[in-house]
């Protein structure tokens, strides 16, 4: 079970026990199981289940609930609150500060991607204004350098290794003092991968940890692991002092419960997930805004921090205020697709969206979604500014025939990216006077018209993947 089905089923159990008139004892024991069901079925310890559900009992007490006590609320906020104990062990992990040298460990399992998460780790940090540096201490798997110093050379991060030296604490050390003296203020060491068998490659790992003495060893954890994940994350534990915990993978293929065990094993929080295989699909972890998307609840938070990131500050204000007044031209959507395929997996930003469900964007999608959004693209750069910029664009018959001709395209297509751009201004109109707020969703018609915008963008209609009334 992928974690996208984790959070659907778990949210389908909320939603028919909220569809329920009378809500017992007996109602909430089967919504308990049910998402039970589901969070064994994604790798989480049999154990934490079992805590889970009988702490929920505890809260959700029948006997001492007064009348007019909102059930279902109380219902639904205990499993969000025990769900978001699972993933945060109320202890902060280090944070590196700029200017001060800072060294990072990383270990974690052969496969489990942990020399790329080295390189988007220093990536995302040399975005935000460190000067990072990478160490090859992976003397065990062949070609562990030439990785590291093909992803860091791509990167621009500087970065040290050997191809003679066998000692790996010799080159962890060098390469630390090496940084050290060029004042890089983050120093990340990538070591073998190992399992918990392997007793020498343990004593290695430890080893390198006494000589670097790092100020924070993160663990890399491949969210397919499965139930093997508790007992490989509690070895790397009592080995050396994991303060952190990276999950790779969460691309949707594959099951999410071991990030759970694995923040229970080593009693450390989730501080990055890992998307996908580009450098930028890499996102900070924030609990409750993870477990609200993951039942459906949306983080509109998170999506607004997405748009601030793709739309350049200057055209934020300009952008917002032709929102607000429900202007809407083919050159705003346009700069609207842009934006959403800077801001990463579609499924990802929609599941943003207060009410988003999962089933309203199947998987196998997405590719097709990318391309429909770059096709449309290619054709308004075949129009006119004066085409671009009208908020009521006639085109003339010989005129669509010249934009399919100037973009390789048919004139079918033309007319749907027109009938498309028609449909998404419509729905813009209704913004008119709002900003950019949870108001807006009202305005669209609540969860209701927000699921069929979703359904249409997503391409979950009956014709196949199309965006259409996006």
Known sequence: MVLAQLGGSISS?????????LIDEKVLNECLNEISRALLQADVQFRMVRDMQTNIKKIVNFDDLAAGHNKRRIIQQAVFNELCKMLDPSKPSFTPKKGKTSVVMFVGLQGSGKTTTCTKYAHYHQKKGWKPALVCADTFRAGAF?????????????FYGSYMESDPVKIAVEGVERFKKENCDLVIVDTSGRHKQEVALFEEMRQVSEATKPDLVIFVMDSSIGQAAFDQA?????????????????????????A????????????????????????IFDVKPFVRRL?????????????????PTDQQPELVQKLSE???????????????????????????LPGFKQELMPKGHEKENQAMMKRYMIMMDSMTNAELD???????????MRIARGSGHKVQDVMEMIKEYKRLAKIMSKMKGKALSPHVLKKMGGVGGLESFMKNMTGSNKGGARLSSY
Request: no cysteine; aromatic share 4%.
């Open 13 to 21: 159990a909320l939603q028919q026990m909220s569809n329920t008139m």
């Open 146 to 158: 030439d990785q590291l110093k093909q992803n860091a050379t791509k990167a621009k991060i500087p």
């Open 234 to 258: 509690q070895a790397f534990k009592q080995s050396v002092a994991v303060g952190a915990v990276i999950v790779t993978k969460m691309d949707g293929h594959a099951k999410g419960g071991g």
């Open 260 to 283: 759970l065990s694995a923040v229970a094993a080593t009693k450390s929080p989730v501080i990055f997930i890992g998307t996908g295989e580009h450098m930028d699909e890499f996102e």
């Open 295 to 311: 039942l459906g609840m949306g983080d509109l938070s998170g999506l607004m921090d997405k748009i601030h990131e793709v739309v």
């Open 326 to 352: 429900g202007t809407f031209t083919l050159r705003h959507m346009y700069e609207l697709f842009q934006s959403i395929m800077k801001m990463g997996p579609i499924d990802q930003v929609l599941s943003m």
């Open 390 to 400: 009208s908020t009521n664009p006639k085109l003339s018959e010989s005129r669509i």
